[in-house]
């Protein structure tokens, strides 16, 4: 496909336990972005893949975040003993040369 | 504190109507600034790319204006359709994106 396609589409998990999502970007775009959005808020940063850079991990709220990006393809993000706080919609992007960002459906992550 | 604040919150207009989005922000520096379009349950779609000397941007039926003295841009709807109904989101870039909470537009037959 020509888009950012990111799996599983919807999580349910419970407190405590380890997830685990992906994020598959657009051919050829050298940067990644992980973004999270929760009910009513707006988009929040949490990490950003540039090529073979060392990755800007500024926004991850916590230790228990980490992400993991294999050259300029896949990524996955790892959230460790899931909180229900962290229930949100967690959103990848993508981008080549140009300004724009191409973002990725979703993932819809609810912890019970 | 770098801020970018949507007004209004949500919106409801008739199909065919115009409407008005406004976004005001206090970034600095500011490097851009961007509407996005977010379908319930999609991710966002890239409207336009504004830079610091651009006043208007169109993108069909979307218009967007900048006032980088005020500190503020509106995105502009002509002749809504049904399938503008959606969130639309005012993002400014200073170095790394920040992101409005969005206005939640609604358009009825």
């Known amino acids: 496909g020509a888009g950012v396609s990111q799996s599983p589409s919807n999580k349910v998990t419970e407190k405590g336990k380890d997830v685990e999502l992906r994020c598959d970007p657009i051919?050829?775009?050298?940067?990644l972005y992980w973004y999270r959005q929760s009910l009513g808020q707006g988009l929040e940063f949490l990490i950003y893949f540039q090529g073979n850079s060392a990755p800007d991990k500024s926004g991850l709220p916590s230790d228990r975040f980490s992400a993991e990006r294999t050259g300029e393809s896949v990524s996955t993000l790892t959230i460790q003993r899931t909180q229900q706080e962290d229930s949100a919609v967690y959103l990848c992007?993508?981008?080549?040369?140009?300004?724009?960002?191409?973002f990725g459906p979703g993932t819809r992550l609810l912890v019970l | 504190k770098n801020q970018v604040e949507q007004s209004p919150q949500s919106l409801i207009i008739l199909e065919g109507k115009n409407c008005t989005l406004q976004c005001n922000y206090t970034v600095s520096p500011f490097s851009n600034l961007r509407w996005y379009k977010q379908d319930t349950g999609r991710g966002p779609v890239s409207l336009t790319i504004m830079t610091f000397s651009e006043n208007t941007k169109s993108n069909g039926r979307y218009t967007a204006t900048l006032d980088a003295d005020t500190k503020q841009s509106s995105l502009h709807i002509t002749a809504s359709q049904l399938s503008d109904s959606a969130s639309y989101i005012c993002v400014v870039k200073p170095d790394k994106l920040i992101f409005g909470t969005g206005t939640r537009l609604q358009v009825f037959p």
């Open positions: 051919s050829g775009h050298t940067a």
């Open positions: 992007a993508s981008k080549g040369l140009a300004e724009t960002q191409y």
